[in-house]
């Protein structure tokens, strides 16, 4: 099982971006897959959610700017960021949920500045 993240980098605030996942095709239709999100000091966090049945659930830091999606035909998982704040600083993770499992990627980090 492989994620692997990128998109990545800095930002000013108020500003834009997309992570994307690149996922093994054996579990990404099958898994539900998504976000997570650690900033220095703090726990890591949900940030969004794509269950197995295609149900997207987002935490409430993150509504209304966030949105996730993905792409069965390139086995991509993406999200997209708009809006952005000084505190969604942190390293964003992709997840993919597989029965009692979950596979993380490596990383990807984010910064915006104000």
């Known amino acids: 099982v492989q994620l692997v993240e990128s998109g990545g980098g800095s930002v000013q605030a108020g500003g834009s971006a997309k992570l994307s996942c690149a996922a093994s095709g054996d579990i990404f239709i099958s898994c539900g897959m998504g976000w997570y999100r650690q900033a220095p000091g703090n726990e890591r966090e949900l940030v969004s959610i794509i269950s197995g049945v295609g149900t997207t659930t987002y935490a409430e830091s993150v509504k209304g700017r966030f949105t996730s999606s993905k792409d069965n035909s390139k086995n991509t998982l993406y999200l997209h960021m708009n809006s952005l704040k000084t505190e969604d600083t942190a390293v964003y993770y992709c997840?993919?949920?597989?029965?009692?499992?979950?596979?993380w990627g490596q990383g990807t980090q984010v910064t915006v500045s104000s």
């Open positions: 997840t993919a949920d597989c029965g009692n499992f979950r596979y």
